[in-house]
T-cell receptor
Framework: SQQGEEDPQALSIQEGENATMNCSYK?????LQWYRQNSGRGLVHLIL?????REKHSGRLRVTLDTSKKSSSLLITASRAADTASYFC??????????????FGTGTRLTIIP | DTGVSQDPRHKITKRGQNVTFRCDPI?????LYWYRQTLGQGPEFLTY????????KSRLLSDRFSAERPKGSFSTLEIQRTEQGDSAMYLC???????????????FGPGTRLTVL
């Protein structure tokens, strides 16, 4: 079963604009990760944020985590055509900290219009 | 290229046939995971190995599914008597795990897309 839901399910923006995706989850987590998946391909890890962190940056990516609301957001600034992909949040539940299996959300399909 | 490879990349089979997929993880990674992803959904956990030991299996993994990781290196996932509902992308991931549970990312392979006719 999916742990999280992502919002929106699909997002289309003009190149150069910022893209924001949100993820909500249901149970206590150890960390939350964001992955990108190009059409029909494997997943690429983007960023990991621990449960005791509130914000993290990596290049054009900014991730926030609000454990009280059980939600996270991924901001991609100055979007490029190459950012077109599906984006998934994945959580490592506190209960699964030993095996670190990932529980994925349903994903946001991002399309950057050149 | 993440360093994790999967073979084959695509497999088309007829219902009732057996299929086997292979995953080669990053060599120093002791943990290996299998996930299944259906169209429009996020990946779902199937099973996981630490070295050669299979430590957890999801309820999604019916008796027709078996996974192995001999010698703690590559892994195989076999599906017997395939059904149309088995059609999906099968993803393998590996990571370096430790007793302390470092917050390490998982590295995913490109996946094997299975189509059961």
């Amino acid at each position: 079963s999916q742990q999280g839901e992502e919002d929106p399910q699909a997002l289309s923006i003009q190149e150069g604009e910022n893209a924001t995706m949100n993820c909500s989850y249901k149970t206590s987590i150890n960390n939350l990760q964001w992955y990108r998946q190009n059409s029909g391909r494997g997943l690429v890890h983007l960023i990991l944020i621990r449960s005791n962190e509130r914000e993290k940056h990596s290049g054009r990516l900014r991730v926030t985590l609000d454990t009280s609301k059980k939600s996270s957001s991924l901001l991609i600034t100055a979007s490029r055509a190459a950012d077109t992909a599906s984006y998934f949040c994945a959580t490592v539940l506190t209960a699964n900290f030993g095996n670190e299996k990932l529980t994925f959300g349903t994903g946001t399909r991002l399309t950057i219009i050149p | 290229d993440t360093g994790v490879s999967q073979d084959p990349r695509h497999k088309i089979t007829k219902r009732g046939q057996n299929v086997t997929f292979r995953c080669d993880p990053i060599s120093e990674h002791n943990r290996l995971y299998w996930y299944r992803q259906t169209l429009g959904q996020g990946p779902e956990f199937l099973t996981y190995f630490q070295n050669e030991a299979q430590l957890e299996k999801s309820r999604l993994l019916s008796d027709r599914f078996s996974a192995e990781r001999p010698k703690g290196s590559f892994s195989t996932l076999e599906i017997q008597r395939t059904e149309q509902g088995d059609s999906a992308m099968y993803l393998c991931a590996s990571r370096l795990g430790s007793a302390g549970g470092l917050n390490n990312e998982q590295f995913f392979g490109p996946g094997t897309r299975l189509t059961v006719l």
